[in-house]
């Protein structure tokens, strides 16, 4: 049988408090044996293997402060209120390109058609300012239409479930894709568990195992008294009650962004990751986990 071990502080998004209390009933869970399934998605980077993620992808206002208000620890979890303070003081717009596929679209129809990875295509530098990641969001119309796409993988040779979903980042996305038409953004946050912190109730309707991205993204133009009103509503799961003209939910298979602006910050389950072109796609119940 597989180990089975207790999380640590190191683990700071899974476990945000450890205490006694909760140790003994990690421990209990660990001997009654009870094994759940939960989705992971699969998040591909221009440079890099790709990654499996858990909890959240995030671009924007939220990675932002998760990643500034690392200075402002020390007062424990009222560090991410103090950080949103302080950034709402300075709001940033971000410019970029993001396309998701929709729930509706199952992806069924589509079928692998060439062994080909990122890192086998020719392209320049991702620094280039003509590089060939900057239009790729835009949906390939000349499929539009028919009832069979093909779809080049967006890598093959790597161990693990295929990423049918993806092509190549240098490759237009699938005509069954939603490409967002706004480019100026406060945030863009895609969840895949209900909560992005102990007291944040980001995706209400999200289960271990749905095998959905819960897909959200502010529009620019909204006042950081109506963000700093989303935020607070959040802490309970009524944020999308606000009926807040520039938040937009969506609830995807797969999803790509391309930041335009020319600095800014993306993180994959709280942890920074490269700052540039960037796709994931979820795998259903990949993971096991042990439940109550």
């Given at each position: 049988?597989?180990?089975?071990?207790?999380?640590?502080?190191?683990?700071?998004?899974a476990l945000p408090a450890l205490s006694k209390e909760?140790?003994?009933?990690?421990?209990?869970?660990?001997?009654?044996?009870?094994?759940?399934?939960?989705?992971?998605?699969s998040v591909h980077l221009p440079s890099s293997p790709?990654?499996?993620?858990?909890?959240?992808?995030?671009?924007?206002?939220?990675?932002?402060?998760?990643?500034?208000?690392?200075?402002?620890?020390?007062?424990?979890?009222?560090?991410?209120?103090?950080?949103?303070?302080?950034?709402?003081?300075?709001?940033?717009?971000?410019?970029?390109?993001?396309?998701?596929?929709?729930?509706?679209?199952?992806?069924?129809?589509?079928?692998?058609?060439?062994?080909?990875?990122?890192?086998?295509?020719?392209?320049?530098?991702?620094?280039?300012?003509?590089?060939?990641?900057?239009?790729?969001?835009?949906?390939?119309?000349?499929?539009?239409?028919?009832?069979?796409?093909?779809?080049?993988?967006?890598?093959?040779?790597?161990?693990?479930?295929?990423?049918?979903?993806?092509?190549?980042?240098?490759?237009?996305?699938?005509?069954?894709?939603?490409?967002?038409?706004?480019?100026?953004?406060?945030?863009?946050?895609?969840?895949?568990?209900?909560?992005?912190?102990?007291?944040?109730?980001?995706?209400?309707?999200?289960?271990?195992?749905?095998?959905?991205?819960?897909?959200?993204?502010?529009?620019?133009?909204?006042?950081?008294?109506?963000?700093?009103?989303?935020?607070?509503?959040?802490?309970?799961g009524r944020h999308m009650s606000n009926n807040c003209?520039?938040?937009?939910?969506?609830?995807?298979?797969?999803?790509?962004?391309?930041?335009?602006?020319?600095?800014?910050?993306?993180?994959?389950?709280?942890?920074?990751?490269?700052?540039?072109?960037?796709?994931?796609?979820?795998?259903?119940?990949?993971?096991?986990?042990?439940?109550?």
């Amino acid at each position: 049988s597989p180990p089975l071990f207790l999380p640590f502080p190191s683990v700071r998004r899974a476990l945000p408090a450890l205490s006694k209390e909760l140790l003994l009933s990690c421990g209990f869970l660990l001997c009654k044996g009870l094994v759940g399934r939960m989705d992971l998605v699969s998040v591909h980077l221009p440079s890099s293997p790709r990654l499996f993620s858990f909890l959240s992808l995030a671009w924007g206002f939220v990675a932002d402060v998760d990643v500034e208000s690392e200075k402002y620890r020390q007062v424990g979890p009222a560090r991410f209120t103090v950080g949103t303070l302080v950034r709402l003081a300075s709001l940033r717009i971000y410019r970029g390109k993001l396309a998701y596929l929709p729930q509706e679209a199952d992806g069924q129809n589509q079928t692998l058609s060439l062994n080909l990875c990122p890192s086998s295509l020719p392209r320049r530098p991702v620094d280039s300012p003509g590089h060939m990641f900057h239009n790729s969001c835009n949906s390939n119309n000349s499929l539009r239409g028919r009832t069979k796409e093909s779809v080049v993988p967006a890598c093959t040779h790597l161990k693990g479930p295929p990423d049918s979903l993806l092509p190549p980042l240098d490759q237009p996305v699938p005509s069954n894709w939603v490409v967002v038409p706004e480019e100026d953004f406060v945030l863009m946050l895609a969840m895949y568990q209900s909560h992005l912190a102990e007291d944040l109730l980001a995706a209400p309707e999200a289960t271990l195992d749905d095998g959905l991205i819960h897909l959200f993204y502010v529009r620019a133009g909204i006042s950081r008294t109506a963000l700093l009103r989303l935020f607070l509503s959040m802490e309970k799961g009524r944020h999308m009650s606000n009926n807040c003209p520039h938040l937009v939910y969506a609830k995807v298979r797969a999803l790509r962004l391309e930041p335009h602006s020319p600095k800014g910050v993306i993180t994959v389950d709280g942890e920074v990751v490269e700052y540039g072109p960037i796709q994931a796609q979820v795998h259903k119940g990949l993971a096991r986990l042990i439940t109550g």
